[in-house]
């Protein structure tokens, strides 16, 4: 019986040695405890007087096997993993893949740009009908038939009366028609005009911004749009105001700000001037309030224009006003954010 | 607006560069848009003297000259071919190193910048330090210089200084100012009206024009004046000159004429000329002797009236049109242009002149309905006012005589409906202040105002002003606020933040943000948003093969489109969402997704005049890659879940969709979308070898709820069963699936995996393979047991035999 132990013991030891997987291990461990048993049950021929020490013997014998192959396994394990480590390894220098999202217009970016500062100020969305009444596009805001202020703007027209809004700042009588002053008011969307060159398109964007309240001064106008400036382009953005004129604000100031690109000190982009224009504002004229019902002498307000596309322009440095109706998946992957 | 600096200096005494009086008029409101250096072709062009002439040797019309150049050389060797080159003749001596104007047409176009320069060289073997300049190589004409258009050498005069730059001396060392001039100042489309702003920001007193001229007696019968129609002439002043005499302008008047780019023609028409652009008032001059009946009529026009104007154009007019009549027919076409009837000739002995005001709208009507404009009428429609009629009139009689052209009458008339008193207005000084935003002081406003003509006085809060006649624009403080914040200076406001306003809320409304959250939803299934333009062509309603009696034809017109391809507004977005497709597979972007949310326009069949309904339409564009119908369901799907609404799908029937692979989409038993394959048709007839798929949803039609419910977990997972299923050809998965979800309450989801045809499963039969969703109730105690399930599958699969004829595969 000792000899077949002694045989077995070598005979496990080598192939436990030999194991290089732990299904092979598990293998030699079936094996080992199968002859195990068949020494075991040997055991019943035994005399009794012998049987405790071999009984012991078998113990021991098995203690030390386990012993060994629970080494082994600890063995195994780590080869197991490093032949993993080996065949699972990959050429990190292969493209990355990413699951590919869509994009939102710059136009939408920008307009939602302006909305987050300006909604943080108190102002709210409103969205007036893209096709207008002459007296609201025009009538209303002090603009009457005659005025050469017409000219200025090629409209288009769908009847005597009704018209393509040129600008958004029919919004602004429509709700101050509806609300009583204090009011704040953003109105993006589209507006039209008959102009189509390598810099106009016969369709763009403008944001208007309307505040009418007690005690609202040109100052208040210049204390806004610097707050503006510095959160959509960068905080040492400067604003200058200068004279212009539209008929819905008097005065009305032509709005510049310090050029982003060369930070005022003249480049190809601002044409050497520092400076770019970029909107229109002024203080609400008197008679586009009286139109409304709200009393001049009471209230006063200002009024702001800007085109987004020339936001959306200035910010991404996009250089052709076509390029933003085309919808080229080119020109739109670029504004994945 | 186009002022020369040179004649500016007329009526102020500029003591600053052209650039810093640009930079002024910018920060009062008049931004020059070009500063145009009028001698910037000419360099080192210096007055030079003849001293002596000896012919070429080897040439028969060359002569060589010692050219005295003052301090750029005595005796400059120069060798011309000009035929009046003459001992002791002054003319333009271009130095070596020099450029000058090219004159030559073949070398301009090699030259586009059109610069010569001139170097020192040999011509024929003699030395020339330079070349003598005719006034073609100044660039200049006989207007500008006298005698600039002789063939050869610029005579200059005798007094020319020798060695003086050459621009000093023919007037090229001018500057032109390009003025941008806003629509409220018509006043400023003018010499006199832009001097009066820089004599204002400068601070300086203006000279102004002289109006004075002495009125003969003359025997002549006097011409009556009357206007019928007051409220398109305001005013009308009307003179009468006789022994009009022809000859040329003096050099002066020619010189400023040329400035702003008008040739001189006669002393008659040059002042009329003068007169428009100095003091912005439209003249004409009527030959006197062809007005019938000594009367002028100002009235509208009878129906299908003719006239011929100046330029033999013949027009039929409507009484829109205002005419000047004599007494039996139309001698002018009011404001606009002179009649070839009563046109000045170099034989008209008299002259009647009109200086009026046309009201601006009916020119700008008249000229745009005619197709006939001049600078008369584009000036009219700018706008011209009442007072400066009779100062226009008076400067052209005062030019009369310093030409010395023509006897000025007493015989004049003045028909006047406008008011001519001066307004006066008062205005607080605070609410001024308050406007603004910060207070200027008292003194300066009464300067900024006395300085614009505004003979301002103070008097406690109360501000008195008499408006200028030329400012029809004022009539409100808060243009006297204006007026004093542009030459007080912008650089005065400084920045608040609303410290007298109440708080509000701002933001969206829930609506607005709806329709972000849809955006971004698109997002995130790959989608790029597009923004196409409002209009396109009716044609793309026959691209779209959509019949005639189509709902979608009914659409709003532009009634002055750019052109036809942009000239209707979109009835539906599909168009716009094709041509994205289209451009984009043209451009090789072989794959992609494309969204635009954009009203469209629908007519109400009421009044013409009552504004089109709009609606929010959302449009989505798929095209090529493995992407199919499915891409498009599956998008449309993902936006249902999102916002929580029930769509079905049926097959549609759109004549610009494949009719095997589209479907409307129904909510509420209502269609509110369709989506599907473009008709292969259409596909075919664009060329396109990728397959487009397009969705359009009515947004208005759809609740749109984004509101997040949520649902507590069951305590215990569900479980998932496959079923296989043999099913006829005809049957759907639509209907198949109705069943799985509605034969036992705990299928939450049965969704298609696999579907087979061919193998064991028989000719007109599919195998559709399914994974169903079991999910017990969240308050359930314990797990479904795979014998519960089994009855469950057991009691859809006897259903779908029974309903549909189902079996398992």
Redesign the interface.
């Given at each position: 019986m000792k000899e077949k132990i002694e045989s077995l013991r070598a005979e496990i030891r080598d192939l436990i040695a030999q194991t290089q997987t732990g299904k092979g291990l598990y293998e030699v461990k079936v094996k080992f405890q199968t002859a195990l048993k068949g020494i075991m049950s040997g055991m019943k021929d035994l005399p009794k007087e012998e049987k405790p020490t071999f009984g012991k013997i078998v113990n021991e014998f098995k203690q030390a096997m386990e012993a060994q192959f629970e080494e082994r396994a600890v063995v195994v394990k780590k080869m197991e993993l490093e032949a993993q480590y080996e065949k699972e390894r990959i050429d990190i220098t292969m493209p990355g893949k990413a699951y590919?999202?869509?994009?939102?217009?710059p136009?939408?970016l920008v307009k939602?740009e302006l909305?987050d500062i300006?909604?943080?100020?108190?102002?709210?969305?409103f969205?007036g009908?893209?096709?207008?009444?002459d007296y609201y596009n025009f009538t209303a805001l002090n603009t009457p038939?005659?005025?050469?202020?017409r000219?200025?703007q090629d409209t288009?027209?769908?009847?005597?009366?009704?018209l393509?809004r040129t600008q958004t700042s029919a919004g602004q009588i429509r709700v101050m028609e509806q609300d009583a002053p204090?009011?704040?008011i953003l109105s993006p969307g589209?507006v039209?005009r008959?102009d189509?060159d390598a810099t106009h398109s016969?369709?763009f964007h403008q944001m208007e911004g309307l505040?009418v309240?007690?005690?609202?001064?040109?100052?208040?106008l210049?204390?806004?749009l610097?707050?503006f400036a510095r959160k959509m382009f960068t905080s040492s953005t400067k604003?200058?105001?200068?004279?212009?004129?539209f008929?819905f604000t008097?005065?009305?100031?032509e709005v510049d700000l310090s050029c982003s690109e060369c930070g005022g000190k003249g480049c190809r982009l601002c044409k050497g001037t520092g400076w770019i224009e970029v909107l229109g504002a002024g203080?609400v004229?008197?008679?586009v309030l009286e139109n409304c019902n709200v009393d001049p002498d009471v209230y006063?307000g200002f009024a702001f224009g800007m085109g987004i596309e020339r936001i959306a322009m200035l910010k991404y440095g996009i250089n052709n006003i076509k390029t933003?109706?085309?919808?080229?998946?080119?020109f739109?992957?670029q504004f994945e954010d | 607006m186009k002022a020369p600096f040179s004649w500016l200096k007329d009526y102020v005494d500029i003591d600053i560069t052209a650039q810093e009086l640009a930079d002024k008029l910018?920060?009062?409101?008049f931004?020059v848009e070009e500063l145009a250096y009028l001698g910037e072709k000419i360099n080192r062009v210096v007055v030079g003297e003849v001293k002596a002439l000896t012919p070429h040797p080897d040439s028969d019309h060359m002569q060589i000259c010692v050219v005295d150049c003052g301090e750029y050389g005595h005796d400059l060797q120069i060798v011309t071919g000009a035929p009046n080159v003459y001992v002791g003749m002054k003319t333009p001596c271009a130095l070596d190193g020099s450029t000058v104007v090219e004159s030559n047409p073949q070398m301009l176009e090699k030259n586009p910048d059109g610069i010569k320069k001139i170097k020192k060289g040999k011509l024929r073997g003699v030395e020339s330090f330079g070349m003598l300049c005719s006034g073609e190589e100044l660039g200049i004409n006989d207007d500008f210089y006298p005698g600039a258009e002789v063939n050869g050498l610029l005579d200059l005069a005798k007094d020319a200084p020798v060695g003086e730059d050459i621009k000093k001396i023919v007037g090229l060392d001018d500057w032109i100012f390009d003025i941008s001039v806003?629509?409220?100042?018509?006043d400023c489309q003018c010499i006199l009206g832009i001097a009066r702003e820089v004599a204002a920001v400068l601070k300086k007193p203006l000279k102004e024009p002289d109006y004075s001229y002495t009125a003969h007696k003359s025997s002549a019968a006097p011409v009556t004046v009357e206007v019928l129609a007051p409220e398109l002439c305001p005013r009308y002043v009307g003179h009468y000159v006789e022994n009009i005499q022809g000859g040329v302008s003096p050099a002066w008047m020619r010189k400023r004429l040329a400035l702003s780019g008008i040739r001189s023609i006669s002393p008659v028409v040059d002042i009329t000329n003068f007169v428009l652009l100095e003091m912005g008032q439209p003249m004409h001059a009527f030959d006197a002797d062809e007005i019938g009946g000594r009367t002028i009529i100002v009235r509208r026009a009878t129906q299908g009236e003719k006239i011929v104007t100046l330029d033999e154009k013949e027009f039929t007019l409507t009484p829109d049109n205002l005419v000047i009549c004599d007494g039996t027919k139309p001698v002018a076409l009011a404001g606009i242009m002179g009649g070839l009837n009563s046109e000045i000739k170099d034989t008209t002995k008299n002259v009647f002149f009109e200086s009026a005001k046309f009201?601006?709208?009916n020119v700008?009507k008249t000229s745009r309905a005619l197709g006939q404009s001049s600078d008369s009428s584009s000036r009219f429609?700018?706008?011209v006012d009442a007072y400066t009629n009779a100062f226009g009139m008076a400067r052209a009689l005062h030019l009369i005589e310093e030409l010395g052209c023509g006897t000025v009458t007493e015989l004049c008339t003045d028909v006047c409906a406008a008011d001519l008193t001066p307004r006066t207005m008062t205005a607080s000084v605070a609410k001024i202040n308050?406007?603004?935003?910060?207070t200027v002081p008292d003194e300066e406003i009464l300067s900024i105002l006395e300085r614009l003509n505004f003979k301002p006085v103070i008097d406690g809060d109360k501000l008195t002003v008499e408006i200028p006649g030329y400012r029809d624009d004022v009539d409100?403080y808060?243009?006297l606020?204006?007026e004093v914040?542009?030459m007080y200076g912008?650089d005065h406001?400084?920045?608040?933040?609303?410290?007298?306003?109440?708080?509000?809320?701002?933001?969206?409304?829930d609506a607005?943000k709806k329709e972000?959250h849809l955006?971004?939803i698109?997002?995130?299934?790959?989608?790029?948003?597009?923004?196409?333009?409002?209009?396109y062509s009716p044609k793309d309603f026959d691209l779209m093969k959509l019949p005639e009696d189509a709902a979608e034809r009914n659409a709003?017109?532009?009634?002055?489109?750019?052109s036809e391809e942009?000239s209707v507004?979109r009835t539906f977005l599909a168009p716009s969402m094709l041509m994205?497709a289209v451009?984009?597979i043209r451009?090789g972007?072989d794959e992609?997704?494309?969204?635009e949310v954009?009203?469209i326009?629908l007519p109400r069949n009421t009044a013409?005049?009552e504004?089109?309904e709009?609606r929010k339409h959302l449009v989505l564009g798929i095209w090529g890659g493995k992407q199919d119908f499915f891409d498009m369901k599956g998008a449309v799907e993902y936006l249902a879940s999102a916002f929580h609404l029930n769509f079905t799908f049926v097959r549609a029937q759109k004549p610009y969709l494949h009719p095997g692979v589209s479907a409307e989409i129904i909510l509420d038993g209502k269609t509110v979308g369709c989506i599907g394959e473009l008709d292969p048709g259409i596909a075919a007839s664009l060329g396109l070898d990728k397959k487009v798929y397009l969705g359009e949803l009515d947004l208005n039609a759809l609740e749109l709820d984004d509101r997040v419910r949520y649902t507590n977990l069951p305590k215990f997972p569900a479980v998932k069963r496959d079923l296989a299923l043999i099913a006829d050809e005809a049957l759907t998965c639509a209907q198949i699936e109705d069943v799985l979800m509605h034969s036992c309450k705990y299928v939450t989801e049965a969704k298609l995996f696999d579907v087979y045809r061919g193998g064991q499963v028989p000719e007109d039969k599919k195998s559709m393979a399914f994974t169903l969703t079991f999910t017990p109730d969240a308050n359930v105690e314990k797990a479904f047991t795979p014998e519960t399930l089994d009855g469950y599958v057991k009691k859809i699969l006897g259903n779908l035999k029974c309903k549909l004829g189902i079996e398992l595969r």
């Open positions: 590919k999202a869509g994009a939102l217009h136009i939408t939602n909305i300006f909604a943080g100020m108190g102002f709210k969305v969205e009908p893209e096709i207008e009444t038939k005659d005025h050469p202020a000219d200025m288009f027209y769908l009847a005597d009366n009704l393509l204090p009011i704040k589209r039209f008959s189509d016969p369709m505040v309240d007690k005690g609202i001064t040109l100052c208040d210049q204390g806004m610097a707050e604003v200058r105001l200068r004279p212009s004129y008929p008097e005065p009305s100031v203080m004229n008197r008679r006063t933003l109706f085309e919808n080229d998946t080119r739109l992957e | 910018f920060s009062c409101g931004e806003t629509a409220n100042r018509p009201a601006r709208d700008r429609e700018k706008g308050a406007l603004l935003g910060i409100g808060p243009d606020a204006e914040i542009r912008y406001i400084t920045p608040t933040f609303l410290n007298a306003a109440q708080v509000t809320d701002g933001g969206l409304t607005q972000l955006k971004n698109l997002k995130t299934q790959g989608f790029m948003e597009a923004y196409n333009y409002s209009f709003v017109r532009i009634l002055n489109p750019i942009l507004m994205n451009r984009n451009r972007n992609g997704r494309e969204f954009a009203n326009y013409e005049s504004q089109p709009e």
